[in-house]
């Protein structure tokens, strides 16, 4: 069989053996390697400049540079904890280049979460373009927007893993030492009872406080998640399976493979560390926030 009877034959079937699972992966995997993600290429195409009614290009511009340049003295901090804490096994995934959010995708996230917002209000709206529901209900959408910002941490985002059976602990450790570097954790969400592949602890760190605004907001804080080595390779797995199905422009078989995929990893079990799904943790906020 070529690749695309294998994908249709995987589509077809009900149950999803492991081998058919790896199969699955192979082929979505090579389908992006091979140069088909159109939909990156039509994502970074896109004039948004031209297209802003919110406003906030050049905010969100701002705001990757910023990041930027936190990023290495970041990366030195948190590589620093790593390397002198051998006995919690950490691992840092990534580097700078999947760190750092692009600008186009910081923008349209932006956007998609305010049009949702105002779908979830006028169950009516029928339009599929994120920044014309949001010109058609400026006052609205521009009402949302801090909201949606203040919930957005990404814009630089690193991910570590920790073994299973020291994983509370190894947490804990990690962000007394973040916290002995001067960061402030900001925000936390536990994701480890939510039932998708994308369980872990996740983390919003900032250095300082340095005053409100968009660009400002979203370039100075960055986000650690943190995964058991195990759901670690089931969250990229998922997102491989992700990037094809979200592609209006990929091959519709693929892009059924990729539907299939992202719901098989998402009702697959996966190891819950001890004590994971109780974990909270104080947030402190500024004292002058």
């Not at 998609?112 to 209900?137: F, Q, W």
């Not at 996740?202 to 195990?230: A, C, M």
């Amino acid at each position: 069989m070529n690749n695309i009877e294998y994908v249709k034959n995987i589509v077809s079937n009900i149950t999803i053996t492991p081998e058919m699972a790896d199969l699955a992966h192979r082929l979505l995997e090579s389908y992006l390697q091979g140069g088909k993600d159109d939909f990156t290429l039509y994502v970074r195409n896109v004039d948004r400049k031209n297209n802003d009614p919110l406003g906030i290009y050049r905010l969100v511009e701002t705001a990757i540079d910023i990041a930027a340049g936190n990023e290495m003295r970041i990366t030195l901090d948190i590589s620093d904890v790593l390397k002198h804490n051998t006995r919690y096994q950490y691992v840092l995934k990534g580097d700078a280049r999947t760190r750092i959010k692009e600008v186009g995708r910081l923008f349209d996230k932006i956007y998609h979460k305010v049009a949702k917002k105002i779908r979830e209000n006028h169950p009516g709206i029928d339009i599929m373009i994120d920044t014309t529901v949001c010109s058609l209900y400026l006052e609205e959408a521009l009402g949302y927007l801090q909201e949606v910002v203040d919930n957005i941490n990404d814009t630089c985002r690193y991910t570590i893993t920790i073994p299973q059976d020291i994983y509370i602990d190894g947490l804990s450790h990690f962000i007394a030492e973040m916290e002995k570097k001067g960061y402030t954790v900001y925000n936390v969400k536990n994701k480890w009872d939510n039932a998708s592949s994308c369980r872990g602890i996740f983390l919003v760190f900032e250095k300082e406080y340095t005053g409100s605004g968009i660009d400002i907001e979203l370039g100075n804080r960055f986000e650690v998640q943190v995964h058991t080595p195990q759901n670690y390779v089931f969250k990229e797995k998922s997102r491989v399976a992700y990037d094809v199905f979200r592609n209006p422009l990929a091959d519709p078989d693929y892009r059924k493979l990729g539907d299939k995929m992202r719901r098989y990893y998402h009702g697959s079990p996966i190891a819950i560390p001890d004590g994971a799904v109780e974990w909270t943790y104080p947030i402190k906020k500024h004292k002058n926030r």
